[in-house]
Every structure is written in structure tokens, then in C-alpha cells.
């Protein structure tokens, strides 16, 4: 019986480029500049359907929504919708106490309301946000109202535009990469 011998040339370069481009582009030690902003700005159509849709009494919970996208912690892998394998997650939520504060005070409020009027929301009403406890109420009701949900509706929307940004975006991150490394 007669052997083959195979001799492979090159392949160690192949995946050293392969880890670049996963260090690049989605690494888990959290240097990537690409996949975390892509993410957030793949879900800028789901903040802004649900800002459309958020119920407005004084235009609070409107302001206070926002996209965060980094990757995922310990208590984010304990939730059902996070696997171990998910490099970064995104959410719409309601900004930190932090920021809510600062949209209630001095400079802050002004601008809150600058740009509550640049939504075609009446700011008279705006004095500040206390806090997101508003945000739960209202997408799933309380005991005295009931849901009127604003976030599911306009993540389950917008799904098929989120990935499809994402995919185009990266995509191009990738294109770019390549063009950048394989000069000749």
C-alpha cells in the first residue's frame, strides 16, 4: 500500500490573519472598536420607534431612553436571552440614575428640554426625571393601569432591519480590514 504525505504552506499565516481579524473585529478581551459601536448603531431604529411609541405625559420617559451596547457581564449571562458565546448585547433602556439626575437640574434640564421640543414634544410639563420607574409601568402595566408596550413593539419591528444593519456594517468593517492588510 502506498502513502501520501500531505504538506500544507501557508496555513500558519492564514490563521494568524484569522486571529487579527478576531481580535479586530470581535475579540472578548473588549479592544474591538467595531462590533460594540456597530451594534449600537444597529439598533438606532429600535430607539427611535420606541421614543415614537412611548406614551408622553410630561415627555420624561421619551428622554430618558437610550441604546447601550457592550458585552456581556456575569449577571447579563445569567438572564435566558445571553448565552456564553454572546461577544456583545444591546439593549433600549432608560439612561442611569446618573444621567437622569443631570437631566433634572441647572444645564442639564435646559437641554433636556431643547430636546424634547426637537421631538415635537410640549416641554412645560418636563421638570426633570426622577426615576425609570415609569419605564416598567408602562410597557407591562401596573395594578392601577394596564401595559401599553412601546419597547417589544418596536424591537419585534425592527428586528430584520437590526440585522441586516449589522451584517452591511460589519461587512464593510471587513472589507475594510481586508483592504488594509492584503495591500500589494
Do not use: C, W
Request: proline fraction near 3%; charge should be positive; aromatic fraction near 6%.
Amino acid at each position: 500500500m502506498a502513502g501520501f504525505t500531505f504538506k500544507f504552506e501557508g496555513l500558519s499565516d492564514v490563521l494568524q490573519v484569522f486571529d487579527e481579524l478576531a481580535r479586530e473585529i470581535g475579540d472578548k478581551e473588549a479592544r474591538s472598536k467595531i462590533l460594540v459601536p456597530a451594534t449600537k448603531k444597529a439598533m438606532q431604529p429600535v430607539l427611535a420607534n420606541a421614543q415614537q411609541n412611548a406614551p408622553v405625559d410630561t415627555g420624561g420617559l421619551r428622554l430618558s431612553l437610550q441604546v447601550e451596547a457592550r458585552r456581556p457581564n456575569r449577571r447579563d449571562r445569567r438572564s435566558k436571552y445571553v448565552s456564553e458565546t454572546d461577544t456583545v448585547i444591546a439593549a433600549v433602556t432608560t439612561a442611569s440614575g446618573r444621567k437622569l439626575k443631570a437631566m433634572s437640574e441647572g444645564k442639564g434640564l435646559a437641554r433636556a428640554k431643547k430636546k424634547l421640543e426637537r421631538m415635537g414634544v410640549d416641554s412645560s410639563r418636563f421638570m426633570g426625571v426622577d426615576s425609570d420607574a415609569r419605564a416598567i409601568a408602562q410597557e407591562f402595566g401596573s395594578a392601577h393601569n394596564g401595559a401599553k408596550p412601546y419597547l417589544r413593539p418596536a424591537l419585534e419591528s425592527n428586528a430584520m432591519v437590526v440585522a441586516n444593519d449589522l451584517g452591511k456594517t460589519l461587512a464593510a468593517q471587513i472589507t475594510k480590514y481586508k483592504s488594509r492588510k492584503f495591500k500589494k
